[in-house]
Structure formats: C-alpha cells, structure tokens
C-alpha cells in the first residue's frame, strides 16, 4: 500500500475499495424482489467504481469490504430502515493473510431509495442519504486503512467524513432528516468519527501503525520483534481506552481483533509477555477475556 504513494500515470489509477455488498429482508415483505437486486448493485457499484481521493491505487491495492444491510421495515414505498454491518480487511505483508481492521454496525441505516434515480454523491453537498451513508463510511474505511500504514495517515479522510456529518446533519430541504448525523438518535456514526479524531485518542491511532505496519507485517520474518511492537501498540490502544471509557471505536477494533491477538501470542515462549498481555487486555476488553485466558495454555 506504501508503493500507491509513488505510482503514477493513468496505469495506475483505480478506485479505493472492493466491496462486496449484501442485502437481505427481515420479516419484510417487498411484493417486486428485483428492487432488493438492483439496490445490491446500486450500492455495489457506487462504492467499486468511484474515487474517493486524488491518490493512486493499484487493482491489487484496492481495499477490501464487506457490507451487510438488513432491511427491518418500510415505513413507506422506497424508505427503508436498515442495519448495516461492515468490515474492511487488509493484507499482511509478505502472506496470503487478510487481517481485519475495523467492524462497526450502524442500527439506525435509514434512508430513501428509488430504482429509477441514480445514485449520486457529492463531498460538498447533501444529495441524499443513502449516498451520504456510503460517502461517510467510504471515507472512515480509507481513513483507518491509511492510519494502518503510516502514523496518523487517515487524516484527511476525517476530516472529508467530518464534512459529510456536518452537511447531512444540517440539511433541511428534503424530507430524509437523520438524527444519527447529529449523534441523537443512531449513535454508531457520529462517535466513532468523534473518538478517531479526538486528541486523547491519538494514542490509538498511532497504535494501529504499529500493530499492522511495525507488528503484523513484520511477523512471517521478525516475530519476536512484531510481538513487541504489538504489545507496544496494544499499551497505546489500552491507555486511550482508559482514559474514554466505553469508547466506540475501541469496542469496534477488539471485536475484529481479539481472536488473532490470542494467536499471535499464544505461540510465543516469552510467558512474562503473555501474562502482562492477559493482564492488560483482560482490563481493558472483558469481554472477550477467555479468548486472551487461552494464550496462557
């Protein structure tokens, strides 16, 4: 991913993302099911076949995701109301392994939607929700993506989904009013935009470049060298966590990592390392405290 910083010409341009999306009805009934096809692929194709940033990605670059919308009602013909689940992965240097970086559910992912109108976006301007829905997350998972490979390198991405919460909260002029944008009503979106970009957060941030760029891919050559720079990066992740309790992203990132930080350190014959890991995770993410319990073993 480093190398898409260099690339240049027309050769090397691509779109940021591959996704792959999947809708389904829950105890909904839609009389014409071609409607849930064409979403499928409206949402598709808007985020594999737009550019979300000026730089250059390769096609094996491309940043891969997995997006889940579950239809829970239709309070009107063509508004929806949703659940949406989405996971973005990233290789690991030097292996076939795809690791996951970031799984958040939005429980509130309403919006309008019409086979006939195209699905537009803009970064500036509301044009509807359901783009500003897929705009905002499209930035926030190349945001994460970027802080993975280089220190605090998301930023701008931030601040590109700060705008799209601002507008799409501020807007008036059609009847899609969201009270998530406004962190009202669905709260997933609106803070875990405020805990990434919060200062005392940074600490997390930087702790992602050093679990994936100085850990992780690291670890087929180094893996002693990769576990202490995970554990550095977990420190990092477990202070800002204690100082925001309760803090959305941190929930987000455990969920997606707890199971392969019990494998990177359960093979490791440093048992003084294992117990401070235990010891830190058990504190920090109880939740999953048994899956850590397993590293001693």
């Given amino acids: 991913m480093l190398l898409l910083l260099l690339a240049d010409g027309p050769a090397a341009r691509a779109q940021e993302l591959l996704a792959e999306v999947q809708v389904t009805t829950q105890n909904v009934t839609i009389t014409d099911p071609t409607i849930v096809t064409q979403m499928q692929n409206d949402i598709r194709n808007f985020l594999n076949t ?3 940033s000026a730089q250059t990605y390769r096609p094996e670059e491309r940043i891969r995701l997995r997006v889940f919308i579950g239809i829970t009602a239709i309070p009107q013909n063509g508004t ?5 689940r989405l996971i973005s992965t990233r290789p690991v240097y030097g292996t076939g392994y795809e690791t996951n970086v970031i799984s958040v559910v939005d429980r509130s992912f309403n919006f ?27 930035y926030m998972v190349i945001g994460i993506d970027r802080d993975t490979y280089a220190r605090l390198g ?16 501020n807007q008036t002029s059609t009847s899609e009013q969201d009270e998530g944008w406004r962190g009202t009503g669905s709260r997933e979106r609106h803070f875990l935009l405020d805990n990434i970009t919060d200062p ?7 702790g992602l470049y ?12 180094k893996p002693d060298e990769a576990r ?49 890991l235990v010891t830190m995770l058990t504190e920090v993410d109880p939740t999953n405290s048994a899956k850590y319990q397993t590293v001693l073993k």
């Avoid at 929806?80 to 949406?84: A, D, G, L, V």
């Fill in 50 to 52: 737009r550019s979300f």
């Fill in 200 to 206: 005392q957060f940074e600490s997390f941030r930087t």
């Fill in 210 to 221: 050093g679990y994936y760029r100085q850990g992780l891919d690291l670890f087929i050559e």
């Fill in 112 to 138: 309008n939607y019409s086979p006939q109108n195209p699905l537009d976006f803009s970064p500036n301007s509301f044009v509807s929700n359901l783009s500003s829905l897929l705009g905002y997350y499209a």
């Fill in 154 to 169: 998301g930023t701008q991405f931030y601040e590109l989904a700060r705008n799209v919460v601002n507008y799409s909260a």
């Fill in 228 to 276: 202490a720079s995970v554990m550095t990066s977990l420190s990092g992740i477990q202070r800002a966590a204690v100082t925001r309790p309760g803090t959305l992203f941190a929930r987000a990132f455990f969920d997606a990592k707890a199971d392969e930080i019990a494998n990177i350190f359960r093979t490791s014959q440093d048992q003084q390392q294992k117990q401070q």
């Fill in 80 to 84: 929806y109301n949703s659940t949406m």
